[in-house]
Nanobody, 124 residues
Framework: QVQLVESGGGLVRAGDSLRLSCAASIRTDRRFTMGWFRQAPGKEREFVAAINWNGGTTSVADSVKGRFTISRDIAKRTVYLQMASLKPEDTAVYYC?????????????????WGQGTQVTVSS
């Protein structure tokens, strides 16, 4: 059974940086794509970034492009979301997602596996 465990959320000030991590318990003999989504109070879950199985291809939402970077450490089975120049509108619960496909995948409904989420709060 796949488990995804996020960490690294917290309370920061506008302009600060933060790095989220997502550790995955997955099979190493199959390709596994991963992504990040976020959901703010009263809003729908939205795509943030995704990375393909070997880290060679990424996709980043326009709203965070130039500020957020997704990467992965295959050996550690971990994906990272480096967030810089954070804004109050980045405040949300951030979710890690994954599935056994090449990727990257930007649509939430195409992921079968999800983490529990980690809260990121950016104060002005």
């Amino acid at each position: 059974q796949v488990q995804l465990v996020e960490s690294g959320g917290g309370l920061v000030r506008a302009g600060d940086s933060l790095r989220l991590s997502c550790a995955a318990s997955i099979r190493t003999d199959r390709r596994f794509t991963m992504g990040w989504f976020r959901q703010a109070p009263g809003k729908e879950r939205e795509f943030v970034a995704a990375i393909n199985w070997n880290g060679g291809t990424t996709s980043v939402a326009d709203s965070v492009k130039g500020r957020f970077t997704i990467s992965r450490d295959i050996a550690k089975r971990t994906v990272y979301l480096q967030m810089a120049s954070l804004k109050p509108e980045d405040t949300a619960v951030y979710y890690c997602a994954g599935d056994y496909v090449n990727g990257p995948i930007t649509i939430a409904s195409l992921y079968r596996y999800w983490g529990q989420g980690t809260q990121v709060t950016v104060s002005s």
